[in-house]
C-alpha cells in the first residue's frame, strides 16, 4: 500500500520506515505506528510517523493485518 497517503495510515498498524540517517542507503525499519506526524493528506517521501519504540521516519511499506 502506498506510504506517501496520510489516509492509509493509522495508529496500530505495521510499517517499513526509512530513519533519517538511513535515507541514504534506503535500509528499511519495520515497526507499529504510534503518532503520525505528517499534517498534510500525502508527501511524494511518505508519511512521517513515530513507532511504538520511539523512532521516526517516513513509511515506505503498510503490511495489512
Known sequence: MNGGQRSNIKPGLEVDIVLKQDQRTG???????KDILTNSPNHPHGIKVRLQDGQV???????ES
Open 27 to 33: 535500509k528499511l525499519t519495520r515497526g507499529v505506528v
Open 57 to 63: 521516519g517516513r513509511v515506505k511499506n503498510i503490511y
